[in-house]
C-alpha cells in the first residue's frame, strides 16, 4: 500500500477590510531664521574738484615742444553759451518739399503698345 500525501486544503487568508497605509513622515524644511533686512548704505555724494594743475610745469613743456598755452576765460564762455541761447532761431533755408502722391489701389490693367 502506497500512502500519497494529502495536502490539506489552504484556506485563503484573510484580507483586510481595508488596506492601511502608514503616512510616511513628511521631512518639513528646516526653519533658517530670515536675516534682518538689510538696507543700503546711504551713498555719500561728493562733489570732484578739479585739482589745479602746474601751470608753471605745463608752460616749460609746452614752450620746450614750440606750442602756446590757449586757455578760456570762463567768465566770457559763460556770456557766449548765454547769447546762442537767447538768439532766435534761424529761419529755415531750402525750399519745402512737395506733398508725396498718394497711390492708387485699383487693380493694374494690361496696355499693349506697338512698336
Not at 21 to 30: C, F, G, H
Not at 65 to 86: F, S
Not at 97 to 106: F, G, L, M, T, Y
Amino acid at each position: 500500500m502506497e500512502t500519497t500525501p494529502v495536502e490539506a486544503p489552504v484556506k485563503p487568508a484573510e484580507q483586510a477590510a481595508a488596506p492601511v497605509e502608514a503616512e510616511a513622515p513628511v521631512a518639513q524644511p528646516e526653519k533658517t531664521p530670515e536675516p534682518a533686512a538689510v538696507r543700503p548704505a546711504a551713498a555719500i555724494v561728493v562733489p570732484a574738484q578739479a585739482a589745479a594743475p602746474a601751470t608753471g610745469a605745463l608752460h616749460d613743456v609746452l614752450d620746450a615742444a614750440g606750442l602756446t598755452w590757449v586757455e578760456t576765460d570762463p567768465e566770457r564762455h559763460a556770456q557766449t553759451q548765454m547769447r546762442i541761447a537767447a538768439a532766435a532761431t534761424p529761419a529755415r533755408l531750402g525750399r519745402e518739399r512737395k506733398p508725396v502722391a498718394s497711390v492708387s489701389n485699383e487693380p493694374l490693367v494690361q496696355v499693349e503698345t506697338r512698336h
